[in-house]
């Protein structure tokens, strides 16, 4: 390989890298199996000889990374993922607080979110460009360094600069962007098949239980201070210890390594882009996955607000600190059980049903729907009653986390996964939780001069979210279908990106074969 390339190029940190033997050298890469027993590690190395144990790297060249050190770095992007989704959602616990200091509306406090999407969004295909390319560990640590440095300055700007404020929260997206483009694929390249699934449910589960943390911390901490500003400020220190670990502990496998490749190279933009459009389950997926962000960003900003003016308008105390309470671990527990119950639902379902994955993506969102409906109709007779509901639904809309992003990683060449995930990212955003919570709060405040009274009013804010959330359970049924029509191309499309993966490690073999040869003397 050449030694003028870019000195973050990945390919160059593989190959000069010390990787120090250990007593775990078992490569976590599959034969490929179809049947249902455990596989996504190869314990073949137990086999070998002394000597063969002590090897840093394979009969290719490429480096050994052992089950413990990949069950380790699973456990360390696990770990930056809950700080991820805590951070994002910490506002959300406090935006009532929010509201009051900056004395904005509805509409204007949707724009909080709406706004970090936005830039998680825009910036989300130049991160995967660069994920496709170069060292991903340290393209995610800088983006750590980027998302806590912004959102620690958030937390100064003072009760007279709510644009400032915003353009702070927009630019934590850049740094949030750069991580979820990415880790996802690291896992891909260091599982196969069912070990795969498994390990994609255990990183998912920081989704859930990250949100419902951010909801928690932001509250309660406001409270501890009587400031809603050092909500913000418990992330950013949690976010140097990541940078520290991930680039101690994360290690960078080679691209496609769990489908035996090892040096596969990257297309160009143009064709990676067009391939993908071509991809129907690809395409088809992204826009469930859309519905289901659309939701949720919008149940995760407006919910709390939902459910303390539900509480106040029919006479009872209000506390936002207990109902973020509440809903955070209401999301904790609802969404752990949710990315179990699909992850491992489909392992069993797929002995019977190639379709499994979208199926029970299908079924979770369409299942849903008579839940949130039912909990928006019942918030102010039995809030109770309206918990219950809110955890069987958030419950079943987790279900397909875990499920849609192993679909990506099965039906997409392991040189394009980045980009893939920045695409999905930007189509799931663009449509989904970027519009979501600013078009609620909008719909909210044009209702209320139909209902008599302030937007900011308790009872008049209630029935008018009220209506305006009842969108969210219309776009899950759109979800639904496009889950089901991803069945129909699921199989197809899988056996399309195992066939090229392939020929690609096939076609390289190869030319290191011819290369070898020609440099070899006769």
């Not at 969004?121 to 360094?145: E, H, N």
């Not at 896992?187 to 949100?211: C, E, H, N, W």
């Not at 990541?242 to 769990?258: K, N």
Request: overall charge negative; charged content about 15%; glycine content about 8%.
């Amino acid at each position: 390989m050449s030694r003028t390339s870019t000195p973050l190029d990945d390919s160059v940190h593989l190959e000069e890298m010390d990787y120090f033997p250990d007593s775990d050298t078992a490569q976590i890469i599959s034969p490929d199996r179809e049947d249902g027993q455990e596989d996504g590690v190869n314990n073949s190395v137990s086999n070998t000889s002394a000597s063969d144990s002590c090897k840093t790297t394979d009969e290719k060249g490429a480096p050994i990374i052992g089950k413990r050190k990949a069950y380790i770095t699973v456990a360390t992007l696990l770990f930056i993922n809950l700080l991820n989704y805590m951070d994002r959602f910490t506002i959300a616990g406090v935006l009532k607080q929010v509201q009051d200091y900056y004395h904005i509306d509805n509409s204007e406090a949707g724009i909080i979110q709406t706004s970090f999407i936005i830039a998680y969004m825009i910036f989300s295909p130049i991160f995967g460009y660069l994920g496709d390319r170069y060292t991903r560990k340290y393209i995610m640590a800088i983006g750590i360094l980027l998302w806590s440095g912004f959102t620690l300055g958030a937390s100064f700007i003072g009760d007279k600069h709510f644009g400032i404020f915003v353009l702070m929260r927009a630019l934590v997206g850049i740094g949030e962007a750069s991580y979820s483009t990415i880790a996802p694929t690291i896992i891909a390249d260091l599982f196969a098949k069912q070990m795969r699934t498994r390990m994609l449910m255990v990183f998912y589960f920081a989704i859930p239980v990250g949100s419902g943390l951010g909801f928690i911390v932001g509250a309660n901490v406001a409270e501890l201070f009587h400031d809603w500003k050092y909500a913000l400020r418990v992330t950013p220190g949690l976010g140097l210890i990541c940078v520290v670990l991930i680039i101690l502990f994360c290690q960078e496998p080679v691209r496609g390594m769990s489908e035996g490749g090892t040096h596969l190279h990257a297309t160009d933009i143009l064709t990676d882009l067009k391939s993908l459009f071509k991809n129907k389950s690809f395409m088809l997926s992204s826009v469930g996955f859309t519905c289901v962000a659309f939701a949720t960003g919008s149940l995760a900003i407006w919910a709390p607000t939902f459910m303390t003016d539900a509480i106040a308008s029919n006479g009872g105390k209000r506390d936002d600190a207990l109902v973020s309470l509440e809903f955070g671990v209401i999301t904790v527990v609802a969404g752990f059980l949710g990315v179990f119950l699909g992850a491992e639902g489909a392992r069993w379902y797929r002995r019977y049903n190639k379709q499994a994955d979208p199926l029970i993506c299908a079924f979770g969102l369409l299942s849903s729907v008579p839940f949130l409906f039912f909990a928006l109709t019942l918030a102010k007779i039995s809030p109770p009653a309206t918990w219950f509901l809110i955890f069987v639904g958030e419950t079943l809309l987790c279900l397909n986390w875990a499920l849609t992003a192993d679909i990506l990683l099965y039906v997409v060449i392991p040189t394009r996964r980045s980009t893939a995930e920045a695409m999905q990212i930007l189509l799931s955003h663009a449509f989904g939780d970027a519009g979501s919570p600013y078009l609620t709060g909008a719909v909210a405040d044009a209702l209320a001069p139909y209902f008599g009274g302030s937007s900011t009013s308790p009872s008049v804010q209630f029935v008018t979210l009220q209506y305006a959330l009842y969108m969210t359970a219309f776009v899950c049924v759109l979800g639904g279908g496009a889950y089901l029509a991803t069945a129909i191309y699921i199989e197809g499309d899988k056996q399309a990106a195992k066939q090229q993966t392939q020929e690609m490690v096939e076609r390289i073999g190869t030319q290191e074969v011819r290369d070898y040869s020609y440099s070899s003397p006769i």
